[in-house]
Protein backbone atom coordinates (compact mmCIF):
# COMPACT_ATOMS: atom_id res chain seq x y z
CA UNK A 1 0.00 0.00 0.00
CA UNK A 2 1.44 3.56 -0.99
CA UNK A 3 1.47 6.25 1.18
CA UNK A 4 0.55 9.75 -0.12
CA UNK A 5 1.65 12.42 2.39
CA UNK A 6 -0.78 15.75 1.31
CA UNK A 7 -0.19 19.07 0.41
CA UNK A 8 -3.06 21.30 0.19
CA UNK A 9 -2.46 24.85 -1.08
CA UNK A 10 -4.25 27.54 -0.33
CA UNK A 11 -2.83 31.06 -1.04
CA UNK A 12 -0.05 29.60 -2.09
CA UNK A 13 1.00 27.80 1.56
CA UNK A 14 0.31 24.37 3.01
CA UNK A 15 -3.20 24.50 4.78
CA UNK A 16 -5.56 21.86 6.94
CA UNK A 17 -9.41 21.83 6.73
CA UNK A 18 -11.72 20.77 9.26
CA UNK A 19 -14.24 18.39 7.13
CA UNK A 20 -13.39 20.40 4.01
CA UNK A 21 -14.81 23.63 5.34
CA UNK A 22 -12.70 26.26 4.02
CA UNK A 23 -13.30 28.53 6.91
CA UNK A 24 -11.39 26.22 9.13
CA UNK A 25 -8.68 26.32 7.01
CA UNK A 26 -4.59 26.54 9.36
CA UNK A 27 -1.62 26.79 7.79
CA UNK A 28 0.42 24.26 8.27
CA UNK A 29 3.66 25.01 6.32
CA UNK A 30 4.51 28.72 4.96
CA UNK A 31 7.21 26.79 2.18
CA UNK A 32 5.00 23.51 0.07
CA UNK A 33 8.93 22.67 -1.48
CA UNK A 34 10.74 22.44 2.04
CA UNK A 35 7.41 20.42 3.21
CA UNK A 36 7.68 18.59 0.36
CA UNK A 37 11.71 18.07 0.16
CA UNK A 38 11.00 16.84 4.14
CA UNK A 39 8.22 13.96 2.88
CA UNK A 40 10.27 12.73 0.43
CA UNK A 41 13.25 12.59 2.81
CA UNK A 42 11.16 10.45 5.25
CA UNK A 43 10.85 7.71 1.97
CA UNK A 44 7.77 9.28 0.40
CA UNK A 45 7.51 7.69 -3.41
CA UNK A 46 4.75 9.74 -4.48
CA UNK A 47 2.84 13.14 -3.33
CA UNK A 48 -0.81 14.05 -3.25
CA UNK A 49 -1.32 17.62 -4.03
CA UNK A 50 -4.65 19.85 -3.77
CA UNK A 51 -5.32 23.43 -5.42
CA UNK A 52 -8.09 24.08 -2.97
CA UNK A 53 -8.54 27.77 -3.97
CA UNK A 54 -8.93 26.59 -7.62
CA UNK A 55 -11.72 23.83 -6.61
CA UNK A 56 -13.27 26.38 -5.71
CA UNK A 57 -12.76 28.86 -8.66
CA UNK A 58 -13.04 26.26 -10.74
CA UNK A 59 -9.19 26.79 -12.34
CA UNK A 60 -5.75 26.29 -11.19
CA UNK A 61 -4.75 28.95 -9.00
CA UNK A 62 -1.80 27.60 -7.25
CA UNK A 63 0.32 26.07 -10.20
CA UNK A 64 3.45 28.34 -9.46
CA UNK A 65 3.97 26.67 -6.57
CA UNK A 66 3.05 23.01 -7.36
CA UNK A 67 5.73 23.21 -10.47
CA UNK A 68 7.88 24.72 -8.46
CA UNK A 69 7.78 21.68 -5.91
CA UNK A 70 7.81 19.17 -9.45
CA UNK A 71 10.64 20.67 -10.62
CA UNK A 72 13.10 20.90 -6.91
CA UNK A 73 11.48 17.50 -5.09
CA UNK A 74 11.53 15.21 -8.45
CA UNK A 75 9.10 12.29 -6.77
CA UNK A 76 5.92 11.91 -8.42
CA UNK A 77 3.19 14.32 -8.05
CA UNK A 78 -0.64 13.75 -8.24
CA UNK A 79 -2.50 17.20 -8.53
CA UNK A 80 -6.40 18.17 -8.27
CA UNK A 81 -8.50 20.96 -7.38
CA UNK A 82 -10.35 22.83 -10.30
CA UNK A 83 -8.66 21.05 -13.08
CA UNK A 84 -12.13 20.92 -15.30
CA UNK A 85 -11.45 20.90 -19.22
CA UNK A 86 -8.81 18.61 -21.40
CA UNK A 87 -6.31 21.54 -22.30
CA UNK A 88 -5.52 22.39 -18.69
CA UNK A 89 -4.97 18.32 -18.46
CA UNK A 90 -2.35 18.13 -21.59
CA UNK A 91 -0.32 21.59 -20.34
CA UNK A 92 0.26 20.37 -16.45
CA UNK A 93 1.13 16.93 -17.72
CA UNK A 94 3.43 18.20 -20.07
CA UNK A 95 5.02 20.11 -17.25
CA UNK A 96 5.80 17.26 -15.21
CA UNK A 97 2.14 16.06 -12.97
CA UNK A 98 2.32 12.18 -12.89
CA UNK A 99 -1.25 11.76 -12.41
CA UNK A 100 -4.11 14.40 -12.68
CA UNK A 101 -6.92 13.88 -10.25
CA UNK A 102 -10.56 15.01 -11.66
CA UNK A 103 -13.76 15.68 -9.52
CA UNK A 104 -16.86 18.16 -9.99
CA UNK A 105 -16.11 17.77 -13.91
CA UNK A 106 -16.19 13.81 -13.64
CA UNK A 107 -19.90 14.13 -12.81
CA UNK A 108 -20.93 17.02 -14.72
CA UNK A 109 -18.84 16.18 -18.46
CA UNK A 110 -18.27 12.49 -18.73
CA UNK A 111 -17.68 12.84 -21.81
CA UNK A 112 -14.47 14.74 -21.65
CA UNK A 113 -13.42 12.49 -18.88
CA UNK A 114 -13.85 9.56 -21.80
CA UNK A 115 -11.32 11.48 -24.08
CA UNK A 116 -9.02 12.30 -21.03
CA UNK A 117 -8.82 8.19 -19.90
CA UNK A 118 -8.21 7.52 -24.06
CA UNK A 119 -5.78 9.69 -24.16
CA UNK A 120 -3.55 9.65 -20.70
CA UNK A 121 -4.84 5.84 -19.09
CA UNK A 122 -3.38 5.35 -15.95
CA UNK A 123 -2.60 9.54 -15.41
CA UNK A 124 -6.24 10.19 -15.04
CA UNK A 125 -7.83 9.40 -11.25
CA UNK A 126 -11.27 10.40 -10.33
CA UNK A 127 -11.86 12.16 -6.79
CA UNK A 128 -14.98 10.83 -5.37
CA UNK A 129 -15.79 12.92 -1.97
CA UNK A 130 -18.81 12.01 -0.19
CA UNK A 131 -21.09 13.29 2.61
CA UNK A 132 -23.49 11.13 3.93
CA UNK A 133 -22.63 8.79 1.02
CA UNK A 134 -23.50 11.22 -1.62
CA UNK A 135 -21.33 12.68 -4.40
CA UNK A 136 -19.94 16.54 -3.44
CA UNK A 137 -18.33 18.66 -6.00
CA UNK A 138 -17.62 22.30 -6.55
CA UNK A 139 -14.80 22.03 -3.68
CA UNK A 140 -17.41 20.37 -1.79
CA UNK A 141 -19.40 23.32 -1.97
CA UNK A 142 -22.85 21.39 -3.19
CA UNK A 143 -23.76 17.86 -2.73
CA UNK A 144 -25.31 15.63 -5.84
CA UNK A 145 -28.24 13.13 -5.16
CA UNK A 146 -25.65 10.49 -6.91
CA UNK A 147 -24.62 7.84 -4.59
CA UNK A 148 -20.51 7.48 -4.24
CA UNK A 149 -20.94 3.53 -5.33
CA UNK A 150 -22.97 4.28 -8.43
CA UNK A 151 -20.37 6.70 -9.52
CA UNK A 152 -18.00 4.90 -8.87
CA UNK A 153 -19.26 1.93 -11.16
CA UNK A 154 -19.63 4.42 -13.79
CA UNK A 155 -16.54 6.27 -13.99
CA UNK A 156 -14.90 2.18 -13.65
CA UNK A 157 -16.82 1.62 -16.94
CA UNK A 158 -15.45 4.81 -18.85
CA UNK A 159 -12.24 2.76 -17.79
CA UNK A 160 -10.74 5.48 -15.16
CA UNK A 161 -8.10 2.56 -13.01
CA UNK A 162 -7.78 4.92 -10.00
CA UNK A 163 -9.96 6.53 -7.65
CA UNK A 164 -9.71 8.52 -4.85
CA UNK A 165 -12.23 8.38 -1.83
CA UNK A 166 -12.75 11.08 0.71
CA UNK A 167 -15.63 10.84 3.42
CA UNK A 168 -16.03 14.37 3.77
CA UNK A 169 -17.17 14.05 7.59
CA UNK A 170 -13.68 12.26 8.35
CA UNK A 171 -11.66 14.63 6.58
CA UNK A 172 -9.04 16.61 8.60
CA UNK A 173 -10.62 15.08 11.56
CA UNK A 174 -8.40 12.73 12.94
CA UNK A 175 -11.01 10.32 13.93
CA UNK A 176 -10.06 7.29 11.67
CA UNK A 177 -11.19 6.47 8.26
CA UNK A 178 -14.26 4.72 7.04
CA UNK A 179 -13.68 1.69 6.79
CA UNK A 180 -17.18 0.68 6.22
CA UNK A 181 -17.36 2.74 3.15
CA UNK A 182 -13.89 2.57 1.89
CA UNK A 183 -14.08 -1.52 1.56
CA UNK A 184 -17.47 -1.27 -0.17
CA UNK A 185 -16.52 1.00 -2.84
CA UNK A 186 -12.99 -1.35 -2.77
CA UNK A 187 -15.31 -4.81 -3.49
CA UNK A 188 -17.16 -3.04 -6.02
CA UNK A 189 -15.26 -1.83 -8.80
CA UNK A 190 -11.94 -3.24 -9.62
CA UNK A 191 -9.91 -0.29 -9.52
CA UNK A 192 -7.22 0.79 -7.53
CA UNK A 193 -9.19 2.86 -4.00
CA UNK A 194 -6.84 5.40 -2.60
CA UNK A 195 -8.32 6.37 0.89
CA UNK A 196 -8.95 9.88 1.99
CA UNK A 197 -10.25 11.23 5.67
CA UNK A 198 -9.95 10.60 8.96
CA UNK A 199 -5.91 8.73 8.86
CA UNK A 200 -4.97 9.35 12.76
CA UNK A 201 -2.52 7.14 13.50
CA UNK A 202 -0.65 3.70 12.62
CA UNK A 203 -3.58 1.76 13.70
CA UNK A 204 -5.53 3.27 10.65
CA UNK A 205 -2.55 2.39 8.37
CA UNK A 206 -2.64 -0.95 9.38
CA UNK A 207 -6.20 -1.45 9.14
CA UNK A 208 -6.56 0.27 5.36
CA UNK A 209 -3.92 -2.03 4.84
CA UNK A 210 -5.84 -5.30 6.17
CA UNK A 211 -8.86 -3.67 3.66
CA UNK A 212 -7.12 -4.11 0.88
CA UNK A 213 -7.17 -0.86 -0.54
CA UNK A 214 -4.24 0.65 -2.88
CA UNK A 215 -3.55 3.49 -1.27
CA UNK A 216 -3.74 6.13 1.47
CA UNK A 217 -3.62 9.82 2.00
CA UNK A 218 -2.08 10.86 5.17
CA UNK A 219 -2.17 14.87 6.09
CA UNK A 220 -3.55 15.77 9.56
CA UNK A 221 -2.02 13.33 10.92
CA UNK A 222 1.62 14.28 10.28
CA UNK A 223 1.05 17.38 10.49
CA UNK A 224 -0.22 17.16 13.83
CA UNK A 225 3.03 14.55 14.54
CA UNK A 226 0.23 11.63 15.56
CA UNK A 227 1.91 9.80 12.60
CA UNK A 228 5.52 9.44 11.85
CA UNK A 229 5.52 9.16 8.27
CA UNK A 230 8.70 6.74 7.80
CA UNK A 231 7.22 4.50 9.87
CA UNK A 232 3.59 4.69 8.09
CA UNK A 233 5.53 4.18 4.68
CA UNK A 234 7.30 0.56 6.13
CA UNK A 235 4.04 -0.71 7.31
CA UNK A 236 2.31 0.30 4.18
CA UNK A 237 5.39 -1.50 1.88
CA UNK A 238 5.16 -4.59 4.67
Known amino acids: MIIFPAIDL ?7 L ?15 VKTALSFKNSGAEYLHMVD ?9 QNMDVVLQVVKEVKIPVELGGGIRDLQTIDTIID ?25 YNKKIAIGIDAKNELVAVDGWLNVSKVKYIDF ?26 NLEQLSRINSAVSCNIIA ?18 YGAIVGKAIYSHNINLEEAISVGRE
Open 95 to 119: KGISRVILGTEALSNPEMVKEAVKK
Open 10 to 16: KEGKCVR
Open 152 to 177: AKKIEDIGVQTIIYTDISRDGTLTGP
Open 18 to 32: YQGEMSSSEIVGEDA
Open 196 to 213: SGGVKNIESIKELKEIGV
Open 52 to 60: LDGAVKGSL
